[in-house]
């Protein structure tokens, strides 16, 4: 099964961008359904984006405009760019993956849930101040 680990958090202004990474490994990443999840202090981990592997992603509203999510199969690597940081935007952000080509949030256009998902990435800080 796949193994996840994401880098690329830090710290960055108000109005900043960041991008942050997770490489897969033990498994393409092609097969699988994957997400960004987050968990802002004092609340549950929540979903911020999905992407399906035909392509499709869906998005929760407060992101909605400002992250991207992406990937490259070649490098087996998940991508969320991080535009017009907000200081709410502040979390640790993980990886997650699930053994389904078609993710369930992209096929109803809504942000991913985290029982969806059964292989999870050890999570990264973004601090936006």
């Known amino acids: 099964h796949v193994q996840l680990v994401e880098s690329g958090g830090g710290s960055v202004q108000t109005g900043g961008s960041l991008r942050l990474s997770c490489v897969a490994s033990?498994?393409?990443?092609?097969?699988?359904?994957m997400g960004w999840f987050r968990q802002i202090p004092g609340k549950e981990r929540e979903g911020v984006a999905a992407?399906?592997?035909?392509?499709?992603?869906s998005y929760a509203d407060p992101v909605k405009g400002r992250f991207t999510i992406s990937k490259d199969d070649d490098k087996n690597t998940l991508y969320l760019e991080m535009n017009s940081l907000k200081d709410e935007d502040t979390g640790t952000y993980y990886c997650a993956a699930e053994r389904r080509m078609t993710c369930i949030a992209t096929s109803v256009s809504a942000p991913p849930v985290e029982a969806d998902f059964g292989y999870w990435g050890q999570g990264t800080q973004v601090t936006v101040s």
């Open positions: 992407r399906s592997d035909d392509g499709s992603t």
């Open positions: 033990g498994d393409t990443i092609g097969r699988y359904c």
